[in-house]
């Protein structure tokens, strides 16, 4: 069916997230007027509204949730909903989904060498052998699980670190990406020390892969192409300095892993004599351009030194928790100023990709911890997975305001769960209330890629059968396979 030019949603209940009108204006019987892949109005529904719409834009236009019925020959309906922007993810990986449930119950740095590592050398020894059973490489189908995973949470941009072996594949996660409709910002991985020896790089290999994957991706639709030096303690000062310049010559962000893990961090520490971030901030590698995810444990100096540097913090609430790694001190770090935002990490730590679980356990963490039931209401911590992150990220995204690139969703409020949902209390709900199973649209740059429901960009059951018998794959595999002692302070 051809995409027609306008598109129109029409909602109970319009979170539009414009800094213009109010981050916390809330419109009951609202809508949303889609220009090719922009907004081009939001605002309170009114008949006038609609017949003039319908009017200027004819057959062109097509109605969210109309089934099909031309506008003209039927009244706009308003779903039972309520629409916001699309979720913007900040810090995830998107290999990690077939390895869900795979070495629990264990710190990070075991965690990474007995799941993540096992699995990406698992898809890198039997490349061939997995493309002939699949019909495809094992990698597009893994990445191509992640992208489902995202719109079925709302997710419509999300930064990912491509590290391990992902970061030979990257032409799969770009076609993948590109399929999906979504944004994808790309962090490339790199490792020169402490990892797997397998994939350790030299500063040269690295910087030329930069150059190299810039040239052929950057100019894809939707995609953008970053340095993403895996951890701290994997990356050689040469590596990281390299890599931060070359971020900064070519104008982009830069995005690492720091201080994740309490027993890493110390050992790090009486390695190299110093915190990471002091590290980082030692080679010019901390600014207003730097992102970092996790940044769980801190000393008073690497606040300030955040602080002063204007460097970008990315809470990923669910990982850090199930791993052990304890939790950041949030509220410190926005009493001085450093930007945070709430993210989910990959599927194989957090488990699943529920932006509205992640809010939801950054605020009850600091709630109980602080013993304040003020601190990160629902109203900031939605905001820390939509406006906050797209504006880290620097993306047209995270509002519905005229101009902001069409990325919304409407979560569904016919759900026991989310009954009863008010204007007063709309928010409270999402974050409170809400599973993360209600996303009942999505709308990436305009294109409709969930339609109540029902995926229409991916094929969900052939995705989700292929994964199955990937990840029983693994098992077996993983029965087998030596155990992988390379990871930081664990190396052989």
């Given at each position: 069916?051809?995409?027609?030019?306008?598109?129109?949603?029409?909602?109970?209940?319009?979170?539009?997230?414009?800094?213009?009108?109010?981050?916390?204006?809330?419109?009951?019987?609202?809508?949303?007027?889609?220009?090719?892949?922009?907004?081009?109005?939001?605002?309170?529904?009114?008949?006038?509204?609609?017949?003039?719409?319908?009017?200027?834009?004819?057959?062109?236009?097509?109605?969210?949730?109309?089934?099909?019925?031309?506008?003209?020959?039927?009244?706009?309906?308003?779903?039972?909903?309520?629409?916001?922007?699309?979720?913007?993810?900040?810090?995830?990986?998107?290999?990690?989904?077939?390895?869900?449930?795979?070495?629990?119950?264990?710190?990070?740095?075991?965690?990474?060498?007995?799941?993540?590592?096992?699995?990406?050398?698992?898809?890198?020894?039997?490349?061939?052998?997995?493309?002939?059973?699949?019909?495809?490489?094992?990698?597009?189908?893994?990445?191509?699980?992640?992208?489902?995973?995202?719109?079925?949470?709302?997710?419509?941009?999300?930064?990912?670190?491509?590290?391990?072996?992902?970061?030979?594949?990257?032409?799969?996660?770009?076609?993948?990406?590109?399929?999906?409709?979504?944004?994808?910002?790309?962090?490339?991985?790199?490792?020169?020390?402490?990892?797997?020896?397998?994939?350790?790089?030299?500063?040269?290999?690295?910087?030329?892969?930069?150059?190299?994957?810039?040239?052929?991706?950057?100019?894809?639709?939707?995609?953008?192409?970053?340095?993403?030096?895996?951890?701290?303690?994997?990356?050689?000062?040469?590596?990281?300095?390299?890599?931060?310049?070359?971020?900064?010559?070519?104008?982009?962000?830069?995005?690492?892993?720091?201080?994740?893990?309490?027993?890493?961090?110390?050992?790090?520490?009486?390695?190299?004599?110093?915190?990471?971030?002091?590290?980082?901030?030692?080679?010019?590698?901390?600014?207003?351009?730097?992102?970092?995810?996790?940044?769980?444990?801190?000393?008073?100096?690497?606040?300030?030194?955040?602080?002063?540097?204007?460097?970008?913090?990315?809470?990923?609430?669910?990982?850090?928790?199930?791993?052990?790694?304890?939790?950041?001190?949030?509220?410190?770090?926005?009493?001085?100023?450093?930007?945070?935002?709430?993210?989910?990490?990959?599927?194989?730590?957090?488990?699943?990709?529920?932006?509205?679980?992640?809010?939801?356990?950054?605020?009850?963490?600091?709630?109980?911890?602080?013993?304040?039931?003020?601190?990160?209401?629902?109203?900031?911590?939605?905001?820390?997975?939509?406006?906050?992150?797209?504006?880290?990220?620097?993306?047209?995204?995270?509002?519905?305001?005229?101009?902001?690139?069409?990325?919304?969703?409407?979560?569904?409020?016919?759900?026991?769960?989310?009954?009863?949902?008010?204007g007063d209390n709309v928010v409270e709900n999402l974050i409170w209330a809400s599973d993360g199973s209600e996303?009942?649209?999505?709308?990436?740059?305009?294109?409709?890629?969930?339609?109540?429901?029902?995926?229409?960009?991916?094929?969900?059951?052939?995705?989700?059968?292929?994964?199955?018998?990937?990840?029983?794959?693994?098992?077996?595999?993983?029965?087998?396979?030596?155990?992988?002692?390379?990871?930081?302070?664990?190396?052989?």
């Open positions: 069916m051809k995409d027609k030019k306008f598109k129109l949603i029409r909602s109970r209940l319009l979170l539009p997230l414009d800094e213009k009108i109010g981050l916390e204006t809330r419109i009951e019987d609202g809508y949303v007027l889609i220009e090719g892949s922009l907004v081009r109005e939001a605002g309170r529904y009114t008949d006038e509204i609609g017949k003039r719409i319908i009017r200027d834009c004819g057959s062109e236009l097509e109605v969210i949730g109309a089934s099909g019925v031309p506008a003209s020959e039927k009244e706009i309906p308003c779903l039972d909903g309520v629409v916001l922007p699309g979720f913007v993810k900040a810090h995830g990986h998107d290999h990690e989904s077939p390895i869900i449930g795979v070495a629990k119950d264990e710190p990070l740095t075991e965690w990474l060498d007995h799941a993540v590592n096992v699995f990406t050398g698992f898809l890198n020894e039997n490349r061939e052998d997995l493309e002939k059973r699949f019909g495809v490489s094992a990698n597009t189908l893994t990445y191509s699980k992640a992208k489902l995973d995202d719109i079925y949470y709302g997710i419509t941009t999300a930064l990912t670190h491509h590290c391990n072996f992902n970061k030979y594949h990257l032409a799969e996660l770009v076609e993948a990406n590109a399929r999906a409709g979504t944004k994808i910002i790309i962090a490339i991985g790199g490792q020169d020390r402490n990892y797997d020896p397998r994939i350790l790089d030299t500063v040269e290999a690295a910087v030329k892969r930069m150059d190299d994957c810039a040239a052929e991706f950057s100019g894809r639709d939707r995609t953008w192409i970053i340095p993403g030096p895996d951890q701290v303690f994997s990356n050689s000062a040469q590596m990281i300095q390299a890599l931060k310049e070359w971020a900064d010559a070519n104008g982009t962000l830069f995005h690492m892993h720091s201080s994740e893990e309490p027993n890493t961090t110390a050992w790090f520490y009486s390695e190299y004599l110093t915190s990471p971030v002091e590290y980082l901030h030692r080679v010019r590698a901390l600014d207003e351009n730097t992102i970092l995810a996790h940044q769980v444990n801190n000393t008073p100096v690497d606040l300030a030194v955040l602080q002063a540097t204007g460097t970008n913090i990315v809470h990923n609430p669910l990982a850090n928790t199930i791993l052990g790694s304890g939790m950041p001190p949030v509220i410190e770090m926005l009493e001085k100023g450093i930007p945070v935002a709430v993210s989910t990490d990959g599927s194989g730590s957090a488990d699943s990709q529920n932006m509205l679980a992640a809010a939801r356990l950054a605020s009850q963490y600091q709630k109980a911890f602080h013993q304040n039931a003020r601190l990160l209401p629902a109203q900031q911590v939605l905001e820390m997975v939509t406006t906050v992150p797209a504006k880290m990220l620097r993306l047209n995204t995270g509002s519905l305001a005229p101009g902001r690139d069409a990325d919304l969703i409407l979560v569904d409020l016919a759900r026991p769960n989310l009954t009863p949902t008010r996303v009942r649209w999505v709308v990436g740059n305009g294109k409709v890629l969930k339609d109540d429901y029902r995926f229409l960009s991916l094929d969900e059951e052939k995705i989700k059968g292929d994964i199955q018998r990937l990840s029983e794959l693994l098992i077996e595999y993983r029965r087998t396979s030596k155990e992988i002692k390379a990871t930081g302070a664990r190396k052989e």
